[in-house]
């Protein structure tokens, strides 16, 4: 099983940059591919991003297409979120996610990290 913990979340005025990070441990990092989901106070979570294991590939949720990067460092064992141009409906919680390849993240990860909070004011 891999471990993992979000940290970068933050308070940000609309429009502006963050940045977040998901550090992972207890597997071979490089065999999952990694994703992003989050959850609004009183929604559902939702499918956010994700990449493959290699960085080859990516998936992104409308809402956040042209505007969020997702990519990975595997020497460094870590994803990251750039967030750029934020609304304030970009604010949830964001959880990390962990799974055998792109399709299993987007559906049904294996591992899932503890959230770190977004909160963009207008």
């Known amino acids: 099983q891999v471990q993992l913990v979000e940290s970068g979340g933050g308070l940000v005025q609309a429009g502006g940059s963050l940045r977040l990070s998901c550090a992972a441990s207890?597997?071979?990092?490089?065999?999952?591919?990694m994703g992003w989901f989050r959850q609004a106070a009183g929604a559902e979570r939702e499918f956010v991003c994700a990449?493959?294991?290699?960085?080859?590939?990516?998936s992104y949720a409308d809402p956040v297409k042209g505007r969020f990067i997702i990519s990975r460092d595997n020497a460094k064992n870590t994803v990251y979120l750039q967030m750029n141009s934020l609304k304030p409906e970009d604010t949830a919680v964001y959880y990390c996610?962990?799974?055998?390849?792109?399709?299993?993240?987007?559906?049904?990860?294996?591992?899932w990290g503890q959230g770190t909070q977004v909160t963009v004011s207008s």
């Open positions: 996610a962990a799974g055998v390849n792109l399709a299993t993240v987007v559906s049904a990860p294996s591992s």
């Open positions: 990449i493959s294991w290699s960085g080859g590939a990516y």
């Open positions: 207890g597997r071979t990092f490089n065999n999952y591919a």
